[in-house]
């Protein structure tokens, strides 16, 4: 049999225990509703199922049953002695079904049409008396079944689970210990303790995991609906509804999921006549996906609709006051998709009872990030959108690294941990405010743990330092810590009242010498020092009120010009390049070079290119590549000198046209340019000329 089938027999064998009991006290209490409705209940949900399944003999009797439970329950019949037996009897025939089923796979070969007759002949005003209602089974025979099924109350489970936690601390503690004794009789017991803690602590988190197929079961009639409210024609498909995960997991995402679904019906996916005109089929396609990988629950969400138009998210993000135009034109496509999780934010027209409030996509990154995971979008205009979710198997019990820093001890998830790294210090390069390693020819932001959780750092200025290096999202930094312990499996507990809501911690564990260690939240570690892009650039937002200073929070790509030094944002570079300077054309009275198979107009990356000119030297110029409504311009520079993040203000009072400020990067006094405005400034007509 398989899995569906014997959870059927157990659970049909409950509900006929119960069945009797409730048969037993409407035959004495004939007017009690409550127990009439349990017992058509138990008799509609057995039918629905037998049909499911295939059972046709099992469901011509229940729906006999049925339809005689169906009379009484409108009072166009009276319980009486005889209907009390009918039905009795009609709960032991089952049974007889359900151990010929348990044995064989088969229904048997017993005839049903004596008690179905029987049913049905109840069901008139005056119906023919009978001695021998249906055959009786044996009921000695025992079910092997109900022997391996049992059903624990979910609050039972978790004690049991907390339990194991209990358990596995005792057992670390028990462990350091034998690692310090030389009694070899310890150290057996230990390590057989060991041994059974382990497979203890699989079997309980195991009575914990549900199928993901249990939250996607609701979503087909979600989509049934929806198609009707939105006038969407949409095909749902789901793979992987028997990946498991804890079953508090299973109840965070349940939300954030259903919140998707809508999403992608509201806004991704397209009328049926807009999908025509696209080339596409009428009716959309949504698929959702999960399985296991690298110890962690991967779910996409993937429809193929119109996806997501960065300048569109750009142009609601500015109308509600999330950023500024200086700002929204600097985003990258990526970063200005990113978007659509800041709070507040909606590309909805109008609100109705799918969306429009503004309340969504930012509550389905706080849920999914305050259980361990990370939410992420690839999108393409006209292509469709996939929403990427990785989340843990189980918050109870997880493998951590452990370090110290600032004299306490502290817990990284190793799910965040990437690598470590043992750096000499002149390794580390200062930027302005910020600590960066070059690491395989990218910069690694580095981070001081002990700055960032306002401690005192330990005073030691040993020649090399010890770098976690984590991932939050997609961004990678690094944290300076004092000594890095091992990693092993720790029992997550929550802060207690005094502690809860404390920026960077997830909680705490009792470590193996009775010790408590704090988890790290590497996420909100991340948006603390303002790592995370797009929280960066919701946090620029909310200092754009300030006259005189502007703040940025970015990554700055250095450049020279002439003895001028200069910068630029690197969501606003598309692409570095070097051209021979006899590639040099002219086209419509600019200065051009081929570049990709067009023409790319060249500027001076300070306005005149004919000054830009002078300042190269060689046969060779070097050329940052600005993209804007899909036209392209070189500016010309003298040389590329670094990326660097910087957290300072921009002083604005030297602000003119193509300037957005000014800032002392690397000792140098630096104009950080707006490469938009600087093109505009030398010809208006640009970027009209690619609009119209």
């Known amino acids: 049999m398989d899995d569906l089938t014997r959870e059927f027999l157990a659970e049909s064998r409950e509900n006929l225990d119960q069945l009797e009991r409730d048969l037993l006290v409407l035959e004495k209490d004939a007017g009690s509703r409550k127990t009439l409705a349990s017992i058509f209940r138990t008799i509609h949900t057995l039918k629905g199922t037998c049909g499911f399944l295939g059972f046709e003999k099992l469901e011509t009797i229940a729906h006999a049953a049925e339809g005689l ?9 009276a319980m009486s002695v005889d209907i009390a037996t009918a039905l009795l009897a009609t709960g032991d025939y089952i049974r007889q079904i ?13 005839d049903a049409s004596t008690l179905v007759g029987l049913l049905t002949g109840l069901q008139s005003e005056n119906p023919r008396p009978t001695d021998a209602p249906a055959p009786l089974p044996a009921r000695t025979e025992e079910s092997t079944v109900a022997e391996t099924t049992v059903r624990v109350s979910v ?9 194991v936690g209990e358990l596995v601390l005792t057992r670390n503690q028990i462990a350091q210990s034998a690692a310090k004794e030389e009694n070899a009789t310890f150290a057996g017991a230990s390590q057989r303790l060991n041994l059974i803690t382990s497979v203890l602590q699989e079997r309980v988190m195991k009575t914990r995991m549900e199928p993901i197929g249990n939250v996607w079961n609701k979503f087909p009639r979600l989509v049934r609906d929806l198609e009707q409210t939105c006038g969407k024609q949409v095909r749902l498909v789901c793979t992987g509804e028997t990946t498991e995960l804890d079953r508090t997991l299973l109840q965070a995402i349940r939300d954030p ?17 807009d999908r025509k005109r696209a080339g596409k089929a009428p009716t959309g396609l949504l698929t959702l996906r999960a399985y296991h990988e690298g110890g962690l629950v991967n779910i996409e969400m993937t429809d193929d609709g119109a996806g997501i138009d960065p300048e569109r998210v750009k142009q609601h993000a500015v109308q509600r006051g999330l950023l500024n135009e200086t700002q929204a034109a600097r985003l990258s496509e990526r970063e ?9 934010f909606s590309t909805a027209e109008k609100v109705s009872n799918v969306s429009g409030r503004g309340v969504g996509m930012d509550v389905v990154k706080t849920h999914i990030e305050k259980i361990g995971g990370v939410v992420d979008v690839l999108t393409g205009t006209g292509r469709g959108t996939t929403f990427k979710i990785r989340i843990p198997l189980t918050l109870a019990i997880i493998p951590a690294l452990t370090i110290s820093c600032a004299g306490e001890r502290y817990a990284i998830p190793q799910v965040n941990v990437t690598e470590l790294l043992s750096l000499k210090r002149e390794g580390l390069e200062q930027l302005q405010d910020a600590l960066v390693h070059r690491l395989r020819g990218s910069l690694l932001p580095i981070l001081h743990l002990a700055r960032e ?12 330092v010890q770098v976690v290096v984590v991932q939050a999202g997609e961004r990678r930094f690094g944290l300076i810590v004092d000594e890095v312990h091992d990693a092993g499996e720790i029992v997550v507990k929550p802060l207690g009242r005094i502690l809860k809501g404390t920026p960077c911690l997830a909680g705490a564990t009792i470590m193996g010498d009775g010790s408590v260690a704090l988890i790290i939240d590497v996420f909100s570690l991340a948006r603390r020092a303002e790592l995370i892009s797009a929280e960066a650039h919701g946090h620029a937002a909310t200092q754009a009120a300030v006259p005189a200073v502007e703040t940025h929070t970015e990554e700055l790509l250095l450049f020279a010009l002439g003895e001028r030094h200069l910068a630029i944002p690197v969501t606003a570079v598309a692409r570095l390049e070097e051209f021979p ?8 009275g600019r200065s051009a070079v081929q570049y990709r198979g067009q023409i790319l107009p060249l500027f001076g990356a300070t306005g005149s290119l004919a000054h830009a000119l002078t300042h190269t030297l060689g046969d060779t110029i070097c050329a940052i590549v600005y993209t804007e409504h899909g036209r392209s311009a070189g500016l010309v520079v003298s040389r590329i000198d670094d990326i660097v993040r910087h957290a300072s203000a921009l002083q604005c009072g030297t602000r003119r046209r193509g300037l957005l400020g000014s800032a002392v990067i690397d000792e140098h006094v630096t104009d950080v340019i707006d490469a938009g405005e600087m093109v505009r400034a030398e010809d208006p007509a640009f970027y009209e000329e690619a609009n119209a």
């Open 257 to 273: 999921l259903t919140h998707l679904v809508r999403n992608a019906i509201d806004h991704g996916i397209e009328a049926p006549a």
């Open 581 to 588: 300077r006899g590639a040099i054309e002219y086209s419509g």
């Open 69 to 77: 439970l169906s009379l009484l329950r409108n009072g166009e019949l």
């Open 453 to 464: 959780l306002q401690l005192a750092p330990a005073e030691t200025e040993s020649e090399h």
């Open 155 to 163: 609050a039972l489970l978790d004690q049991l689970m907390n339990m």
């Open 98 to 110: 359900l151990t010929q089923i348990e044995t064989t796979g088969e229904e048997g070969t017993s």
């Open 336 to 344: 200005a998709v990113e978007l659509i999780f800041l709070p507040g």
